[in-house]
């Protein structure tokens, strides 16, 4: 007749025992985002992942930062960067968007790793050194409000800080707004991905006198279709930018690419 008696006090057990492995959790050092191994202190990644990381170092085309396969000398573009120019100046990217930049990326946005965004934003400052020598203000490209109340953060926000405290350049917020929510690019085509973002941003008529005539970085996480920081890039042109180039973590490339 024990048995019956006994069951809620296992119960407050397994409860206190679960309550006890949180804490524990909390104290544990933080894991690889990409193999789960513990890490040690102040690492983003461990080594073994780290060495497989793919940096993106030149030679690569001066418009875009596409890396090509050989060096075709200084300031020659890729065949996209000439057949669809665009409306942005120049792209640059810390590494390739492969298996362990996404689980990065995803740790950081999905899984509140915010304290990866300082290595993060170390990289992509060196990346984009030649850009932001030249750059009044970094702009983070802008969450619509209802995504980044389920997010409670806007993960281009945290890489701009970064970055603006590895070179000193500051951050421009709120000069650029997402007017419209736009569904996530996961599955659409490049042309449905131009489509779904159009119109979507707009500096606001107080914020224009911070943007016009000023040589501009705009910060994002990861670029695919490049559609996004476009939209953004044109509306701060209309704004009266000098200048917009752009500046994210990882960025897709195609397996081969030839300069021509
Ligand atoms: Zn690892």
């Given at each position: 007749m024990?048995?019956?008696?006994?069951?809620?006090?296992?119960?407050?057990?397994?409860?206190?025992?679960?309550?006890?492995?949180?804490?524990?959790?909390?104290?544990?050092?933080?894991?690889?985002?990409?193999?789960?191994?513990?890490?040690?202190?102040?690492?983003?990644?461990?080594?073994?992942?780290?060495?497989?990381?793919?940096?993106?170092?030149?030679?690569?085309?001066?418009r875009l930062g596409i890396p090509f396969t050989y060096d075709p000398g200084p300031g020659l573009l890729s065949m996209e960067a000439i057949a669809a120019p665009p409306a942005y100046d120049r792209a640059r990217a810390a590494v390739r968007y492969d298996d362990i930049a996404r689980a990065l990326v995803h740790a950081f946005k999905y899984s509140d790793r915010l304290d990866l965004a300082p290595m993060m934003g170390r990289w992509m400052t060196r990346a984009g050194r030649e850009l932001l020598a030249e750059a009044d203000a970094l702009l983070p490209v802008p969450l619509h409000w209802r995504r980044l109340w389920s997010r409670r953060f806007n993960q281009s926000a945290a890489l701009a800080g970064a970055i603006s405290g590895a070179c000193g350049v500051p951050v421009l917020h709120d000069a650029l707004k997402r007017v419209r929510a736009t569904v996530q690019h996961v599955g659409l085509s490049k042309p449905q991905r131009a489509e779904n973002v159009q119109g979507a941003f707009k500096v606001p008529p107080e914020r224009k006198a911070d943007v016009a005539g000023r040589w501009l970085v705009l910060i994002d996480d990861v670029l695919t279709s490049g559609a996004t920081v476009d939209t953004c890039a044109r509306a701060l042109r209309r704004a009266g930018a000098a200048h917009v180039d752009v500046l994210v973590f990882a960025r897709v490339v195609a397996p081969v690419r030839t300069p021509i």
């Open positions: 024990a048995e019956p008696a006994r069951a809620p006090v296992a119960r407050a057990i397994a409860i206190l025992r679960s309550a006890l492995r949180i804490a524990v959790d909390t104290a544990l050092p933080p894991l690889c985002p990409s193999c789960r191994e513990p890490l040690g202190d102040g690492a983003g990644l461990c080594a073994a992942c780290w060495s497989k990381l793919s940096f993106i170092e030149p030679p690569f085309c001066a």
